[in-house]
């Protein structure tokens, strides 16, 4: 539901009324429709003008003409505000679907500022329709008008008047709404007999044509064409030659700023329309600068957009970076504790193998011991057999000469002064080294009875 206030806002900017209970009195008695409040208010308060105006009356008094609206006559309220609301019909919006489409209205500018609020937002009507849809006219018939119509002229009247843009109605005020200007219309009769004096001495004047060309955008249409004869209908064209300063509005409705009607100097149009872009300056400013705002908080917007991303990016990438740097650290925390597990079980597996040889070789040493048996007493049958070691510890020891010299070997072992198994005996003189295939000799049988003396030469 549209709201109210707006409603309220924009009955006043229209009607002038500061009382602000008045008018939502005179509202409510017409069950807040705001065509018919304001129709009936202007119909009620301001005395029926003919929508002709004579050449003989002042500019001032004839500056805007008045005309009736499909409620009623709406006569020009204080300067400034918009003259009168023109709803158009199906077959010239549909030339066009731009401006209905437009994400954002530009909504109602107003002289000094005052009344900004956009039509789109009190909900102003949809329009007639239901008209047929058998008298569209498509984009390219509008624009094809309008460049006839432009080509016409110049042949007529030469390349000095306003620059009438090519394209069909609803383009060119999509163009005056893009440009921050008023669209200056033009409908030309071809048949009236001042149309040609007009158009050769007020509109291709030097006067006049550069001012248009620099503050408005210029459209022109010939009534015999279809879109011409259409909008010479909605903006209820009475006499030609004929002119208006619209605006766009929302949906199928524009702002009738300024109407002329009848024959005109230069000095006459150019007065009239210089009031107009007074009236409307400050709006059109206001205007401006809110779509320069919006662009310059879209353009910040899509910087912080850009930053953020960037920021996210790096924050990304340091987390990447991050994350990679934790993972090889857990790698090689992980390589290291296995290698640390590695080479404590090969020192546990070391010091198992060490007590489990040192095991074997005390149970060696006591096994051998045990097979040698008790040290024999001194006698003829005894050899008395003196080992020295690579320490030059000596070990001396009697064995029974019948006694092999595996057994001397065993008796050396048995000591476990050796950290070694591959060794020799030997003798020195004279040298003889009783290697694995003497062992099985007896001391007495290897020349070592009574007496011998050997050292442990380590292989």
């Not at 040290?375 to 064995?399: H, M």
Request: aromatic share 6%; net charge negative; hydrophobic share 40%.
């Amino acid at each position: 539901m549209v709201d109210v206030a707006d409603k309220l806002a924009y009955f006043q900017a229209i009607t002038g009324l500061e009382d602000p209970d008045l008018c939502t009195e005179i509202l409510q008695a017409h069950g807040w429709d705001l065509e018919l409040a304001i129709s009936s208010f202007t119909s009620s308060t301001q005395p029926s003008a003919s929508s002709t105006v004579s050449d003989s009356d002042p500019p001032d008094s004839r500056a805007r003409t008045d005309s009736a609206s499909a409620s009623g006559p709406i006569t020009a309220p204080a300067p400034g505000l918009a003259w009168r609301l023109v709803t158009l019909p199906i077959s010239v919006i549909s030339g066009s679907l731009g401006l209905i489409s437009g994400a954002v209205g530009l909504g109602l500018w107003a002289a000094g500022g005052v009344l900004s609020y956009s039509l789109g937002m009190i909900g102003l009507g949809s329009g007639q329709g239901g008209e047929s849809s058998a008298g569209l006219v498509s984009v390219s018939a509008a624009a094809s008008e309008a460049m006839d119509f432009v080509a016409a002229f110049e042949r007529e009247y030469g390349t000095r008047g306003p620059n009438f843009v090519g394209e069909g109605f609803m383009d060119a005020l999509q163009r005056s709404r893009n440009a921050f200007k008023l669209l200056f219309v033009y409908l030309h009769s071809p048949d009236h007999p001042d149309s040609p004096v007009f158009c050769e001495r007020t509109l291709c004047s030097e006067a006049l044509a550069p001012f248009v060309n620099e503050n408005f955008v210029a459209w022109g249409g010939s009534i015999r064409a279809s879109e011409g004869f259409k909008m010479s209908n909605s903006l209820k064209a009475s006499r030609f030659p004929f002119c208006a300063v619209v605006m766009p509005a929302t949906n199928q409705r524009i702002a009738l700023l300024q109407q002329v009607e009848g024959p005109k100097s230069p000095e006459e149009m150019l007065t009239i329309l210089q009031r107009v872009l007074e009236e409307s300056a400050p709006v059109l400013v206001a205007a401006r600068l809110d779509a320069e705002e919006r662009r310059n908080n879209m353009r910040l917007r899509e910087e912080q957009d850009a930053a953020y991303r960037a920021a996210l990016e790096a924050d990304q990438a340091r987390e990447r970076q991050r994350r990679e740097e934790q993972e090889r650290l857990e790698r090689e925390a992980a390589e290291a504790e296995r290698k640390r597990k590695e080479e404590e079980e090969a020192r546990e597996r070391a010091a198992r193998e060490a007590v489990e040889k040192e095991a074997a070789r005390a149970r060696m040493r006591h096994e051998k011991a045990l097979s040698l048996g008790d040290e024999p007493e001194k006698g003829p049958n005894v050899t008395q057999v003196l080992v020295r070691f690579p320490t030059g510890e000596r070990k001396e020891r009697r064995f029974h000469s019948t006694a092999p010299i595996q057994a001397v070997y065993d008796y050396v072992d048995s000591l476990g002064c050796l950290e070694v198994e591959n060794y020799n005996l030997v003798s020195n003189f004279p040298r003889v080294t009783y290697g694995t295939e003497k062992r099985s000799l007896t001391l007495k049988e290897a020349g070592l009875h009574p007496q011998a003396s050997l050292f442990v030469e380590l292989n």
